[in-house]
């Protein structure tokens, strides 16, 4: 299933939905802070990318809030993150084609731009 996890309040997720022209394409939106991921969904997300520290947001105000920043968190730990808090969730996550494009880098929008375009 092509799908993108994004936050509706974010300028960024909102541009790049734009310039990706994604409302146009077969993608199913899930704006994560009104509908949770669950954890099937984060499951699922982990096997594409290979770990959970790739889908973690460690730029979250909440993570230096909560002082994550000064704990060795492991994969356990940055599941339970995820799940608990959408803001720990690097965004957007675009699956398209079995494909994984995880955050908002240049880098990142440019590849995605190229598969789905």
Do not use: W
């Not at 936050?7 to 994604?22: A, F, G, P, Q, Y």
């Not at 979250?60 to 969730?89: G, Q, V, W």
């Amino acid at each position: 299933m092509n799908k993108i996890y994004f936050l509706s309040s974010c300028d960024t997720c909102r541009r790049i939905i734009s310039e990706l022209n994604l409302k146009e394409k077969n993608l199913v939106f899930q704006d994560i802070k009104t509908e949770k991921i669950t954890m099937h969904q984060l499951k699922e997300l982990k096997k594409l990318s290979g770990s959970y520290e790739a889908l973690f947001n460690k730029k979250a105000r909440k993570y230096k809030d909560l002082n994550l920043n000064e704990k060795n968190l492991n994969e356990d730990d940055m599941e339970k993150c995820i799940l608990n808090e959408y803001t720990f969730l690097k965004r957007p996550v675009i699956v398209y084609n079995n494909q994984l494009f995880i955050g908002n880098t240049k880098q990142t929008i440019n590849e995605a731009k190229k598969l789905i375009f």
